[in-house]
């Protein structure tokens, strides 16, 4: 069978089975089992794949379309600020709106070194694209999943950003060591009895701990915020992701610990995902 067949053919099985992304899906699909990018396929109608691969996509049709897998963990990649992140089912899938607090970060600190660090870090995305654009900076990546900083040290070592990380298997509740010019967190936020109504693909496939932010969705986000006002340097610049209709429990807490909100940035939808604020000393 010819790969414009396997894709027509794919392509249909999943739009039978309700995945509204059929087509994206079919041709991401067919590009991870063969190796060859989406455009290659998309021009050259000649390319062959062999019984192998015919199968292994087969196979990942499969999986999508009756399991509802995601795509990310099919192919194991993820695209996040330009780059292909390595994902696996130990981390969260990066997620676009992540993308505009690292826009946000990168303008503010773009002639300055930050010593920087993610608090839960999971596939590394946020520091390593950091780290990209800040070519002098430096920073740490904690997570309590040791399974997730496996895979932050691979991307990292992808990115060729691994002699700037250090990289530490923790709580940030237990964490002292430095001082930092700048916090960076997507903590998990979604209330603990929010997490059955999240679509299936989410609540069957991505890590809990990444997903599961307690009663009201703010207990790592407590935490986050507690631990930055000790260990910020003055001056310091706190960035957090919250989720929505969180801002002004989250603002609150900020409050309450000596921040002072310097920038909110919405989503696409108009929502507040991400308050940059500083320690207020006076
Ligand atoms: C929402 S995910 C964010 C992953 C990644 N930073 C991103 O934006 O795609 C939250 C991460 O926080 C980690 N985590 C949860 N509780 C933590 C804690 N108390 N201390 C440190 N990391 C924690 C999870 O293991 C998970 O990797």
Redesign the pocket.
């Known amino acids: 069978m010819t790969p414009n067949k396997l894709i027509k053919k794919g392509s249909n099985f999943l739009k039978k089975n309700k995945i509204k992304s059929y087509i994206i899906d079919t041709e991401l699909l067919i590009s991870s089992v063969s190796g060859k990018s989406r455009e290659k396929f998309l021009l050259n109608s000649n390319l062959k794949m062999n019984q192998t691969q015919i199968r292994s996509f087969n196979n990942l049709i499969i999986r999508r379309a009756l399991r509802k897998e995601p795509i990310a963990y099919l192919t194991n990649k993820k695209e ?1 600020w330009s780059m292909n992140f390595n994902v696996c089912k130990d ?5 676009p709106e ?1 993308e505009i607090l690292v826009e946000k970060v990168v303008r503010l600190f773009k002639d300055r070194n930050p010593f920087i660090l ?9 520091i390593i694209s950091l780290l990209q654009e800040l070519k002098s900076s430096k920073g740490v990546a ?4 040791s399974k ?1 900083l496996k895979v932050a040290m691979k991307n990292s070592n992808i990115y060729n950003t691994s002699k700037r990380i250090k990289f530490v298997n ?4 237990n ?1 002292d060591s430095f001082k930092f010019d700048l916090i960076v ?5 979604i209330a603990r009895h929010q997490l059955k109504n999240l679509d299936i693909g989410i609540k069957k496939f991505e ?1 809990k ?3 599961d932010g307690g009663n009201d969705g703010l207990d ?1 986000m407590r ?1 986050v915020i507690y631990k930055s006002r000790k260990i910020l340097k003055n001056n310091g610049m706190l960035a957090i ?1 919250i989720g929505n209709g969180q801002y002004r429990k989250v603002s609150q807490i900020l409050k309450l610990n000596k921040f002072k909100e310097k920038f909110l940035i919405h989503d696409y939808k108009d929502n507040i995902r991400c308050i940059l604020s500083v320690l207020n000393h006076y």
């Not at 993610?118 to 946020?126: A, E, L």
């Not at 967190?185 to 936020?189: G, H, I, L």
Request: aromatic share 8%.
């Open positions: 996040f981390v969260l899938i990066p997620r992540t993610d608090i839960g870090t999971g596939s590394g995305c946020i904690l997570d309590i999943s997730a923790a709580s940030i509740s964490f967190s997507n903590p998990p936020y890590p701990l990444a997903l790592v935490k992701e």
